[in-house]
């Protein structure tokens, strides 16, 4: 089995995907703009070859990657990047070599599309905030004036919160559509919610072969504008409500061959035409791993390699691992740059020096919303994260 991976050496976890598929005795070929030296050495034994493009966005040097590959390997059975920013690169190059283990370029658009992902969460019977595509301020108005303030504005194609704001009076809107982008725009009615997710790996039958949920307790959208700090922790077990959307919203999509990261709102209070306090409500379909290390907090948390999961479900197409570990609550802080915090790092680390799994820093690419300096730990109890959350943060 010839598989190409795109960018192997970003986010630098994802170089176990490459390792764990040459165990798997697959032939893991590697396209990347960053130089050869530069790769983790690991990742380097697990590349049958690795060609250095100038860019990974020029799309004729990664055609030429490609045809390379196939001149010296043969047919290629898999393109894959894991990585929401070239999903519609990977489909593209499957499309134009006629590579079927994965999503073409006629149904990305499903994946990339948050308003038409809405069509998918009514097929699965799992309510979501309605909605309005932007074209004038007249018609954004009306839109308020039926749903109330507060109102977010995000692009229809995007990666997370990346863009997306919340607006608060009539003002506010005027004031957006001053400067309203190009690109097209949704304006959705406010989710009272605690973002809760549904992640895991299905296989080409859409089986679900591993999943786990976490809990971002604070907004997403305020860690990516706001500064505000960024914590969130994998579950212990997964809620069955957020096991029943997730399941339902796989099918509805049709999902197969995949790392699937699936965003919801549990409904912190009644929200008519949503639902009760409690109630599972749908955001938004990523056909990919959550970002930064939370690969790695699913391993920690569920005693489990979710890389060696993903790795047999490409070779095998199921999962021929047994994981009998313990299960815990897996918390991420992401303390940041210049904030004068109660206690120093190292303070940190030494109080929760039997529960701290991994003490980093975060790429700069991604620390505007994921915060600088990374702690994660297990606790066997909620409250252990919390007191964790209100240490790490706590000013002074």
Not at 50 to 79: C, I, N, P
Request: glycine residues 6%; negative net charge.
């Amino acid at each position: 089995m010839n598989f190409v991976f795109i960018s192997p050496n970003f986010p630098e976890s994802y170089r176990w995907f490459c390792i764990r598929l040459r165990e798997n005795g697959v032939n893991v070929l590697g396209v990347g703009d960053a130089r050869y030296e530069e790769l983790h050495p690991d990742l380097r034994a697990a590349l049958t070859e690795y060609y250095k493009v100038d860019s990974l966005a020029d799309y004729d040097q990664m055609v030429r990657a490609l045809g390379h590959f196939t001149g010296e390997y043969g047919k290629l059975d898999w393109v894959e990047s894991n990585n929401e920013f070239w999903l519609e690169l990977d489909a593209a190059l499957r499309t134009d070599f006629n590579i079927t283990t994965g999503l073409k370029s006629d149904e990305i658009v499903k994946y990339k599309s948050k308003s038409l992902m809405k069509e998918y969460f009514k097929a699965a019977g799992v309510p979501a905030a309605r909605f309005l595509k932007l074209t004038t301020l007249e018609a954004a108005l009306a839109f308020t004036a039926e749903t109330g303030y507060p109102v977010v504005v995000k692009p229809d194609s995007g990666v997370g919160a990346t863009a997306t704001y919340k607006l608060s009076s009539d003002d506010e809107v005027r004031d957006f559509f001053r400067t309203l982008p190009a690109e097209p725009y949704l304006m959705e009615e406010f989710v009272p919610g605690v973002v809760t997710t549904y992640d895991g790996v299905c296989n080409s039958r859409g089986e679900v072969l591993f999943a786990a949920s976490h809990i971002s307790p604070d907004s997403i959208m305020d860690m990516v504008n706001e500064g505000v700090p960024c914590c969130y922790y994998v579950d212990r077990q997964i809620p069955p409500e957020v096991e029943k959307a997730g399941r339902a919203v796989l099918k509805a999509f049709d999902a197969k061959r995949r790392f699937f990261h699936l965003e919801f709102f549990r409904l912190t209070a009644d929200k008519a035409g949503l639902g009760r306090a409690g109630d599972i409500v749908a955001l938004e379909v990523n056909m990919r791993p959550a970002g930064g290390f939370t690969p790695d907090m699913l391993n920690y948390s569920q005693s489990v390699d979710v890389y060696q999961i993903w790795a047999d479900m490409v070779a095998f197409d199921e999962c021929r691992h047994t994981y009998e570990g313990e299960r815990s609550y897996c918390v991420y802080t992401g303390r940041r740059d210049g904030v004068h915090y109660a206690i120093s790092t190292d303070e940190l680390l030494v109080r929760y020096r039997e529960q701290v799994r991994l003490y980093t820093r975060m790429p700069d690419a991604l620390s505007g919303a994921m915060g600088n300096q990374v702690a994660i730990a297990c606790f066997d109890t909620e409250e252990e994260v919390r007191d964790f959350v209100r240490t790490a943060f706590a000013q002074g």
